[in-house]
């Protein structure tokens, strides 16, 4: 139940994602929803339940962004795996910690794609255009997970921690 849910406020996301991209002009301060429902689901939900919401999720972000096929899904895919392998030293305590690796996740994500662009084409055209959003867009991101934290963390409470009692 507990991923169901997490994959239901993942379409989610994407869809007001996608909808405030298209309505608002936010070239420059366009928040990530991917990379903190894929940490946190991660981190605190298990590495199964977040690996089958990385999947779903980027799928959907792959079908509504006009990039390379796959190179959303592959950036998604190796922030889980990082995420999955640091489980162990990422310590989490509060949403401003949280926040922080949101901020990083999507610029390692940036990152990601640069050399991902780099190796199947051998050269990277708009270079420039990736660094000079990556920055702004992992602060939005990390001011958008502050909230987004708070609003998971509710829903668990609430909703989830029931199944266990």
Do not use: W
């Amino acid at each position: 139940m507990k991923i169901v849910c997490y994959v239901l406020l993942g379409f989610i996301l994407m869809l007001l994602e996608s909808s405030l991209s298209s309505r608002l002009a936010m070239d420059l301060f366009k928040p990530d929803f991917v990379a903190p429902l894929v940490i946190y689901t991660t981190l605190f939900v298990g590495p199964g339940p977040g690996l089958i919401a990385t999947l779903c999720v980027s799928l959907m972000q792959e079908s509504l962004s006009g990039t390379p096929t796959g190179a959303i899904m592959f950036a998604a895919m190796v922030l889980f795996l990082v995420t999955a392998f640091m489980n162990k030293q990422l310590y989490i305590d509060s949403k401003y910690s949280f926040a922080s690796v949101c901020f990083a996740a999507v610029l390692f994500q940036s990152v990601i794609f640069l050399l991902l662009s780099f190796l199947a084409k051998g050269e990277v055209r708009n270079i420039y255009g990736i660094l000079v959003y990556a920055v702004p867009n992992a602060v939005v991101t990390g001011f958008i997970s502050v909230p987004l934290y708070v609003i998971i963390e509710h829903i668990n409470r609430r909703f989830l921690d029931r199944e266990q009692a």
